[in-house]
């Protein structure tokens, strides 16, 4: 199966700053990567769909780049509400899987 | 708009078996795909299975597979995931999401595995 590799697992920022988290996967994947947004007790938000496609409703602070192996998650300008775990996500080979999470702590 | 509304939380006894529904409104069924993703407490996302409700054709992450079973009922837009033989390590947060994206997700389902 397909594993991915976030980095790093914790990371404690303060509001304006800008943010990357990287999801590595095992084997190329295309852009078939997705990322979410968790906060505590709510089920994940999709942020960005295929790599890079901005969704509708979702801030334009965070985009999304990459392909095959490597891809990133960017947060411009950080704010408060940010707080949450992020996971990248792969459907382009069964079993689909998700990456172990990124903790983002606001200081 | 899009909803997945799932049924209620669940207190299993261990060797159990439980089974959690997924109902979806406010679009076509049939024409989007469904997988399963759980959560253990303090854990992270655990991907366990994907159907496409017009065919019924599944895909079970390796570790579930031989212990679950997900269907759909195309007649209420219902989707369905039975988990059985539970542990202690099964209690979790179940949740249904829609699409390869996951573009929607049920509210979640707490299903405890205590004796």
């Known amino acids: 199966e397909i594993v991915l590799t976030q980095s790093p697992d914790f990371q404690s920022v303060t509001p304006k700053e800008k943010v990357t988290i990287i999801c590595r996967a095992s084997q190329s994947i295309g852009s078939s990567l997705h990322w979410y947004q968790q906060k505590p007790d709510q089920s994940p938000n999709l942020l960005i769909q295929?790599?890079?496609q901005s969704l509708s409703g979702v801030p334009s602070r965070f985009s999304g780049s990459g392909y095959g192996t490597d891809f990133t998650l960017t947060i411009n300008s950080l704010e408060a509400e940010d707080a949450a775990t992020y996971y990248c996500?792969?459907?382009?080979?069964?079993?689909?899987?998700f990456g172990q999470g990124t903790k983002l702590e606001i200081k | 708009q899009v909803q997945l509304v799932q049924s209620g939380a669940e207190v299993k006894k261990p060797g159990a078996s439980v089974k959690v529904s997924c109902k979806a409104s406010?679009?076509?069924?049939?024409?989007?795909?469904i997988s399963w993703v759980r959560q253990a407490p303090g854990q992270g996302l655990e991907w366990m299975g994907w159907?496409?409700?017009?065919?019924?054709?599944?895909h079970y992450a390796l570790k579930f597979q031989g212990r679950v079973t997900m269907t759909t009922d195309t007649s209420t837009s219902t989707a369905y995931m039975e988990l059985r033989s539970l542990r202690s390590d099964d209690t979790a947060v179940y949740y249904c999401?829609?699409?390869?994206?996951?573009?929607?997700w049920g509210q979640g389902t707490l299903v405890t595995v205590s004796s």
């Open positions: 406010h679009y076509t069924f049939t024409s989007y795909g």
């Open positions: 159907i496409t409700p017009y065919n019924e054709n599944t």
């Open positions: 996500h792969q459907s382009s080979i069964f079993p689909y899987t």
């Open positions: 295929y790599a890079s």
């Open positions: 999401a829609r699409d390869y994206t996951l573009d929607y």
